[in-house]
């Protein structure tokens, strides 16, 4: 080619480039716009902004319309900044969401509240009720509360709250617990006496508790119990709980991975007062119910959800309070909740029940 075959040809592409630059700037505010839509969402159903599930699915979806195979890899890496940059908006948007949870920093509540929701506001609330209600009144948007250890079983103080509350669930996550001894400065393993730490935490660490013949007293989470070591300042007095709240109230580590069982996880449900309704990304729903008082309402029941298919993963009955020696029920159920199997399931389980709630449908992690 010659010189001016040459320029032409780079005057050309360059034209190309700036066009294809004017659509993709457009395209790219359009895209950023809707990231607003998506975050206010989320604010909205109390969901975190990074769905990995979701994200892999858009990069392998649209990376399969480069047809040219040496172009791809970079098309990918596009798509990648191109999402990081709508997570970072996504996250600027929710700076102003408040998240409740039960405790004070460094509870494993707020760890795994933190990991949920990073750039967010998060509320230190003094129990599960208040955590609870202030979502219902409108002072937070979300509140991350536990709903079963691994090893202690479910927390029923939260069960009930959900049973008789107007919250959804809208997502389940899971946290490794472990438990540590923490004492002040000058203490060791020798000179404790008394361990003090959440009821559950206590219950994870008895065996260890017994063989060092320690008293155990009872606070109401982990980090308050390492916050009160700290303040009494008694080297014969040790808290149990995470290497996090360690670090906050400057106490040392005395043991570490005290817990009987070492694969010990807390599952937490985020809450909030819309229900999400993002079927794609959701395969288990959450159920409450009551049975009829007639002879085998609650096998008929239980009949029902399996007759249609759908795999019962938790299956648990709490007492209720106001009414001696009666039941309610709680169900997490693999299916789609909006299906047409489902809401023929839910018509013929009304039947055996005297109530029957939905409480949300969300992945499972």
Avoid at 130 to 143: L, P
Avoid at 236 to 263: F, P, Q
Avoid at 318 to 323: A, D
């Amino acid at each position: 080619m010659t010189d001016k075959e040459n320029k032409n040809a780079l005057d050309e592409a360059r034209t190309i480039i700036n066009s294809c630059d004017k659509e993709m700037a457009a395209l790219f505010e359009k895209r950023m716009k809707a990231a607003v839509m998506v975050a206010n969402y989320k604010k909205a159903h109390g969901l975190p902004v990074y769905d990995a599930k979701r994200e892999a699915e858009v990069i392998s979806r649209n990376s399969l319309r480069i047809e040219d195979p040496g172009v791809r890899s970079y098309y990918v890496k596009f798509l990648q900044e191109t999402m990081d940059l709508s997570k970072s908006y996504q996250h600027r948007i929710l700076e102003g969401m408040r998240v409740a949870y039960s405790g004070v920093e460094g509870a494993f509540a707020n760890i795994i509240a933190r990991k949920i929701f990073p750039e967010t506001v998060l509320v230190s609330c003094p129990d599960f009720a208040s955590a609870y209600k202030s979502v219902e009144n409108g002072d937070c948007d979300a509140a991350v509360l536990p709903v079963e250890n691994s090893f202690a079983g479910e927390v029923g103080q939260v069960s009930d709250l959900m049973f008789k509350g107007s919250l959804f669930v809208n997502g389940m996550y899971e946290l490794r617990v472990t438990q540590n001894l923490l004492g002040v400065g000058g203490a060791s393993l020798e000179s404790v006496k008394t361990v003090v730490s959440h009821p559950q935490a206590l219950m994870q660490c008895a065996s260890y508790i017994k063989e060092h013949g320690f008293a155990p007293e009872e606070a109401q989470n982990t980090a308050l119990a390492a916050k009160y070591v700290a303040e009494k300042n008694d080297p014969s007095v040790a808290a149990i709980a995470s290497k996090e709240t360690a670090e906050l109230y400057g106490l040392k580590l005395l043991d570490h991975d005290i817990n009987e069982n070492a694969t010990n996880t807390t599952r937490f449900a985020v809450l909030s007062r819309v229900q999400n309704s993002d079927r794609a990304e959701n395969n288990v729903f959450l159920l409450f119910f009551t049975v009829n008082h007639t002879a085998g309402a609650l096998a008929e029941a239980i009949g029902v959800i399996g007759k249609y298919g759908f795999n019962m993963k938790v299956l648990r009955s709490r007492p209720m309070r106001e009414l001696a020696w009666q039941y309610y029920f709680y169900v997490e159920a693999e299916g789609d909740k909006d299906s047409d199997k489902a809401k023929e399931m839910l018509e013929e389980l009304g039947r055996h029940c005297d109530m029957l709630k939905i409480l949300g449908q969300y992945s499972a992690k």
